[in-house]
């Protein structure tokens, strides 16, 4: 840390590569994508707890697309990275890519950011961490996009709830039609009364 309390982005950066063994198949022979998330959410923690040396717990998680199936006996390669800090907030970004050594080819399988909050150890409510010490443009880019996405996320977790909140069921069950849906069991509260 330098004196003014910033960390560069460098000094939390990680990378975590597993060998994809048979006990991680699912039924139809690839890798499990639970197994996937799991070593996601545990190279987010060693990044984030890495950066404020502390404490800390995943708050969320962005979508995850998996772009290619993960064949058992590749091998997976995780990178980690803290893109953007707030106050107790860290976003971290994943990249995952899996390695077929035979075929010598290397897929990109996933990119993901996970939100990370440091908690203080005596308190457990979060708590203040270190600055990001950009260093070049790709960094700086990397904090700007982190920031935005931060924002979207509040706006988004809000419009949903208005929505939910707003939301008239009587008008949603009309549009309901079309959809993969069958009302025929429903039991109204007014069924339920007579
Ligand atoms: C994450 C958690 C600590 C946030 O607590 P909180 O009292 O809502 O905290 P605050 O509202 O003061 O927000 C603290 C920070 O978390 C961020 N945050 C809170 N909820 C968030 C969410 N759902 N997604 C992303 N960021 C979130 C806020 O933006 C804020 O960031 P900043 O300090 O950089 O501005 C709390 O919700 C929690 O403990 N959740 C359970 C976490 C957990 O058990 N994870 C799985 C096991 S590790």
Do not use: W
Not at 34 to 45: H, R, T
Not at 119 to 131: D, N
């Amino acid at each position: 840390m330098n004196e003014a309390g910033f960390r560069t982005v460098k000094s939390s950066q990680v990378i975590l590569k597993e060998l994809m063994v048979p006990s991680y198949a699912n039924f139809g022979g690839k890798v499990h994508g639970g197994v996937i998330l799991g070593l996601m959410d545990k190279i987010a923690y060693t990044c984030a707890a890495s950066h404020c040396k502390g404490y800390c717990v995943t708050a969320s998680v962005d979508s995850v697309d998996f772009m290619n199936p993960v064949e058992v006996g590749d091998l997976l390669t995780l990178y980690a990275s803290v893109n953007y800090v707030g106050t107790s907030s860290m976003e971290v970004g994943i990249k995952v890519e899996s390695e077929n050594f035979r075929e010598g080819i290397i897929k990109h399988t996933n990119t993901s950011y996970f939100t990370m909050v440091a908690l203080s150890e005596e308190t457990r409510q979060p708590t203040r961490v270190a600055g990001l010490l950009l260093e070049d443009e790709e960094e700086i880019r990397r904090f700007v996009m982190g920031k935005l996405r931060k924002k979207l996320r509040r706006a988004h977790q809000q419009e949903i709830s208005d929505i939910g909140e707003a939301l008239n069921l009587r008008q949603a069950m009309i549009e309901l039609q079309g959809e993969n849906c069958d009302l025929s069991l429903l039991v109204t509260q007014e069924t339920v009364k007579v």
